[in-house]
């Protein structure tokens, strides 16, 4: 039998990334003082480090053939068995954008400071469930994703969180004109979140959106603080968008910004783009978790 190939996403730690590897003055500086806003910091980065030896060695044990790769490194996922990830939701969100077809377990490697929504494993259990991914035994969840298009061209083909629409300056009010169906609206806003189920507890949520079933195919327009100074109210302030339909937009700000997944992936947006948002052609498979994942009491996370 051949021996799997997987390709290992490994996050990099703050720590690593700015004491060690910068040696970033300001960082050195707080951690000299004891500041409170990096008292997590080394905690952190020895937990992750030890879940990534983990899950090396268990890779290692299990025969596999491994490529690693760093987060937001682009790769062709095509060529693997399987992807595992090892951070938090933030890397297993930046893998899944290189990844179509083939299912992906993301490893929470600090679960003491690290959000995990997305994370099938975590240390102590990596083995085990690497193993039974391999064999196709994993519990697994298909999750929609949403495709972004600027003026007919895809930007974003593999949205699995979010998309973030807003002016370039956080300051600054976003202009729009929006249209769902027959229905069109002029908005002034500070921008919308829209994104399919599985961002739903996230950021659609924390501004007044609904959580919607993993499994849903919906995608959820939630707008964020809009102006209305006459007392009006927009029609499509929260809205679900079924699949097959589209929501679409035409910037009248000089200068927006769309963000996918996170700060990290973006595209400008100029006055008199058109952006379309709709459901994207290639679900993900996320392995570890149920199709009826959701946060629990104290912001545990239950699969029922």
């Known amino acids: 039998m ?14 690593r990334l700015f004491v060690e590897e910068k040696k970033d003055p300001l960082y050195k500086r707080l951690l000299a003082r004891g500041d409170p806003t990096t008292s997590t910091l080394r905690r952190s980065h ?6 990534v030896q983990e899950v090396k060695s268990a890779l290692s044990d299990l025969g596999a053939r491994v490529t690693t790769f760093r987060t937001r490194e682009r790769f062709d996922a095509s060529v ?3 992807v595992v ?28 400071t690290s959000v995990g929504f997305f994370c099938g494993a975590r240390s102590g259990e990596v083995k085990s469930a690497v193993a039974r991914a391999l064999k196709g035994t994993l519990r697994r969840a298909e999750l929609a994703r949403m495709q972004v298009l600027v003026n007919g ?8 969180n979010d998309a973030l629409f807003c002016h370039a300056s956080p300051a600054a009010t976003t202009r729009y004109l929006i249209q769902l169906g027959r229905d069109v609206e002029e908005q002034k806003s500070s921008g919308f979140w829209i ?36 007392g009006e109210r927009y029609r499509l302030r ?11 937009i035409r910037c009248k700000s000089y200068e927006a910004r769309l963000f996918f997944d996170g700060p990290d992936r973006e595209a400008r947006v100029r006055r008199g783009d058109v952006v379309e948002f709709m459901l994207a052609g290639e679900p993900l498979t996320v392995l570890g978790i149920g199709g009826r994942r959701r946060w629990g009491p104290a912001g545990r996370i239950d699969d029922v």
């Open 46 to 51: 020895l937990e992750h480090e030890g879940t």
């Open 238 to 248: 929260r809205a679900l968008i079924k699949p097959g339909r589209k929501l679409s």
């Open 153 to 160: 061209e895809v930007v974003a083909g593999r949205v699995l």
């Open 195 to 230: 994104g399919p189920a599985a961002g739903s507890t996230a950021a659609q949520r924390s501004a007044g959106g609904r959580v919607l079933a993993l499994g849903s195919k919906d995608l959820q327009l939630v707008v964020r603080e809009p102006y209305t100074p006459q």
């Open 85 to 112: 990830t090892v951070g938090g939701d933030g890397t297993m969100l930046s893998a899944s954008h290189n990844v179509a077809h083939v299912p992906i377990l993301a490893i929470n490697s600090a679960p003491t």
């Open 2 to 15: 051949a021996a799997p190939r997987i390709a290992l996403v490994v996050k990099r730690s703050t720590w």
């Open 80 to 82: 693997f068995d399987l």
